[in-house]
């Protein structure tokens, strides 16, 4: 099944521990994103990847780091986590230049 | 930045009846729109894709364009409970480095009422 898998979907940390959420995705898509979803602001992309050790900042990429060292995985890494980082995170994929986004499941990442 | 805009607020209507929703965008250059369809707690999927004026039809949805009013709307016919979600607009950034950028509205959140 094409599918892209984000782990963990429900994290409660604190502030300063580091984490990294996992993305990975089996359609072999070049295009990988980033977002963070909060109320009343909607969907912002936090970084993208257009292919393997390709990546750069969307609109919100303080506080957070990626990789792309395999062209399935693209992990968001929060080096000190900060409680105004509490959010509903996506990662999408998609073929470049293509229209349609695929969108994880979603992970809730709360930092106390 | 490019804008998108949802300005409405929740929306309900009831079982059978059409839903409308609307959106605007500031980037003149746009040339392609998108509407998602988020339930609560779950991941966006893509329902309409639209690229030239006028009106696109998919099952019970309806996406609209206009360009020169640069504005999008997405119609919902004969309503269903299942219906009952956020909508969100989402125009393909025509210029910048990445090919594959979205810029999003807050969404519409519609609620079907029995």
């Known amino acids: 099944e094409a599918q892209v898998t984000q782990n963990p979907r429900y994290l409660i940390t604190v502030t300063g521990k580091k984490l990294t959420v996992t993305c990975s995705q089996n359609m072999n898509h070049e295009y990988m994103s980033w977002y963070r979803q909060d109320p009343g602001l909607g969907l912002r992309q936090i970084y993208y990847?257009?292919?393997?050790?390709?990546?750069d900042k969307g609109d919100v990429p303080e506080g957070y780091k990626v990789s792309r060292k395999e062209k399935r995985n693209f992990p968001l890494i929060l080096e000190s986590p900060s409680p105004n980082q509490t959010s509903l995170y996506f990662c999408?994929?998609?073929?470049?230049?293509?229209?349609?986004?695929?969108f994880g499941p979603g992970t809730r990442l709360t930092v106390l | 930045q490019k804008e998108v805009e949802q300005n409405s607020g929740p929306l309900s209507v009831p079982e059978g009846a059409i839903a409308s929703l609307n959106c605007t965008y500031s980037?003149?250059?746009?040339?392609?729109f998108f509407w998602y369809r988020q339930y609560s707690g779950k991941s966006p999927e893509l329902i309409m894709s639209i690229y030239s004026n006028g009106d696109k039809e998919d099952g019970r949805f309806t996406a609209q364009l206009n360009k020169a009013s640069q504005y999008v709307s997405l119609l919902i016919r004969d309503s269903q409970p299942s219906d009952s979600a956020t909508y969100l607009c989402?125009?393909?950034?025509?210029?910048?480095?990445?090919?594959?950028?979205?810029?999003f509205g807050k969404g519409n959140q519609v609620v079907v009422i029995p």
């Open positions: 989402a125009v393909k950034d025509p210029e910048g480095l990445d090919l594959n950028r979205l810029a």
């Open positions: 980037d003149r250059g746009s040339q392609s």
């Open positions: 990847s257009m292919n393997v050790e390709v990546t």
């Open positions: 999408a994929s998609s073929n470049r230049g293509a229209h349609e986004q695929f």
